[in-house]
């Protein structure tokens, strides 16, 4: 796990455009709801981006990986689309992996998210295993879906006191 999820990148910079139309925004409210679905949108694509990692749904991967994502895993080596679609099909089967998105922030047509990843699988004794770490991605809206283009994740090895939901049972 730490190996895989350890490909996820790091966000390299933030690019974007206007969100709506200036149009569109007329009132506090209206900009406020479009702010909030984009947020959900971004969250959604993320968590999507886990459950194909988990199912190993390539084609999924290939739709919410950006052609030009790029990953620096634990050693600090860079990773492309290609190899992170790879590194799935070499990493073990898992009973569970949840993402837990703490924070969006939008800048235009790009994003930036941060949360928590749950993970659990069986060893080679049968024996549950947990393990959590930290992320951060970047993704961008292109031809109308968001998708990931650079993400980073660190195993956490002390509990997280600020996280009540804890690991997954």
Request: glycine share 8%; with cysteine.
């Amino acid at each position: 796990m730490v190996k895989a999820l350890g490909r996820l990148a790091t966000a390299a910079g933030v690019g974007g455009s206007i969100l709506c139309s200036a149009a569109y925004i007329d009132s506090a409210p209206m900009q406020s709801e479009a702010l909030a679905r984009e947020q959900s949108a971004v969250a959604g694509a993320y968590n999507a981006y886990l459950h194909a990692w988990k199912d190993k749904d390539y084609a999924a991967l290939g739709r919410l990986l950006s052609n030009d994502y790029k990953a620096v895993n634990f050693r600090g080596i860079v990773s492309t689309k290609a190899n992170e679609i790879a590194t799935v099909r070499e990493d073990r089967d898992y009973a569970d992996m949840k993402g837990d998105v703490m924070s969006v922030t939008l800048f235009g047509d790009s994003a930036v998210t941060s949360g928590f990843i749950y993970a659990r699988w069986k060893d080679e004794q049968g024996k549950m295993q947990n393990m959590t770490f930290r992320f951060l991605a970047m993704l961008q809206k292109q031809k109308g879906e968001w998708r990931l283009v650079a993400t980073q994740s660190t195993r956490l090895t002390i509990p997280v006191v600020d996280n009540p939901k804890g690991v997954l049972k």
